[in-house]
Nanobody, 127 residues
Framework: QVQLVESGGELVQAGGSLRLSCAASGRTFSGYAVGWFRQAPGKEREFAAVVSWNRGSTYYADSVKGRFGISRDNAKNTVYLQMNSLKPEDTAVYYC????????????????????WGQGTQVTVSS
């Protein structure tokens, strides 16, 4: 089993940047895809980005493409989400999750493909 811990969320002004971290314990990320999702108040959880650990392939939701970057650090067994040009509509709880990178559901950001989830970290963007 994989335990995930997110960190880095905070209050930031519109146009600012944040970097979120997702650290794993229990096992390494090797062989998994690690994704970031977010859930705003009153809205459904939505996909933001994912990286396949072994190949390093990345996929993004249209809403964050060009502003967010997902990366991994093998030595630290950590995945990062660099968020730039933040907007008030980026306000949400951000979750990391892991999936087996088989088929296409994980790269399309379907939440059902993800087996383990963290507790989330709050990102608030003020206007």
């Amino acid at each position: 089993q994989v335990q995930l811990v997110e960190s880095g969320g905070e209050l930031v002004q519109a146009g600012g940047s944040l970097r979120l971290s997702c650290a794993a314990s229990g096992r390494t990320f090797s062989g998994y895809a690690v994704g970031w999702f977010r859930q705003a108040p009153g809205k459904e959880r939505e996909f933001a980005a994912v990286v396949s650990w072994n190949r390093g392939s990345t996929y993004y939701a249209d809403s964050v493409k060009g502003r967010f970057g997902i990366s991994r650090d093998n030595a630290k067994n950590t995945v990062y989400l660099q968020m730039n040009s933040l907007k008030p509509e980026d306000t949400a709880v951000y979750y990391c999750a892991v999936a087996q990178p088989s088929g296409s559901s994980w790269s399309r950001g379907h939440a059902y493909a993800y087996d383990y989830w963290g507790q989330g970290t709050q990102v608030t963007v003020s206007s």
